[in-house]
């Protein structure tokens, strides 16, 4: 096998059998995080999302967030615009040295950690109001004794009154009637193209083609929407709310993204 410069994806020789958590290091190269952030177009990122976040913690008296897949730092920096206290984390460490660097040009000094979330309360220490787990991220989980570990650390690292925030593309869609994007929701980027090259029930292989012709690839697992809501209350999450493209009033096979608040006491407030 050739010797992989370090900023080549590695996924082995059978790039479709690359079906490992661990892997996620090794897909986030320094060219194609440097690159991340015109997929994701922050401005028109951000007229898309609006408040929704925003008021979905300050409805339920949220301060202290743990933003565990920060990603180039997106929605930390949208928190912390708006006067939240927002601890970033991200398994990636090139990620996290991007995130790190957008918060400084938006005038804050992150508190950036690096962290595996199936041990991040090794890592991470204290207690926090709310979790926000988003961009997809939640899907780099291969195994379900991954998903289930990573889910009983956030909900171990919350209050007692804590919520988690998780997102994640509509898969049932992409599974069971072929893929298709509005483009408006996270991935807003319209010089850039980020479509299934392959899936099947445990394999959603997704290519980006960039302006320049620069091609990149990430391996993630296709979770179903039932099957995420089922492990959140198994792990002990009392009431999952479910949002589809930021909007309570939502048709599933027209979702992008399926956005889950689950909250670890049950009350009535959506």
Partial sequence: MKQLR?????FGDDPLAMRETDNYQHEYVE??????????????RAESEGQF????????????????ATGTGFNSVQLLKAGFDVTSVDGSAEMLAKAFANGRDHGFVMQAVHADWRWLNKDVHGKFDAIICLGNSFTHLFDERDRRRALAEFYAALRHDGILILDQRNYDAILDLGFKSKKKYYYCGDRVSAEPEHVDDSLARFRYTFADGAVYHLNMFPLRKS???KLMHEIGFQKVTTYGDFAADYKDEETDFFIHVAEKTYHEQD
């Fill in 6 to 10: 370090k900023n080549e994806q590695e």
């Fill in 227 to 229: 099957y995420t809501r």
């Fill in 53 to 68: 976040f925003i008021d979905i913690l300050r409805s339920r008296g949220k301060q202290k967030i743990l933003d565990v």
């Fill in 31 to 44: 060219p194609f995080v440097e690159k991340w952030d015109d997929l994701i177009d922050w401005d028109s």
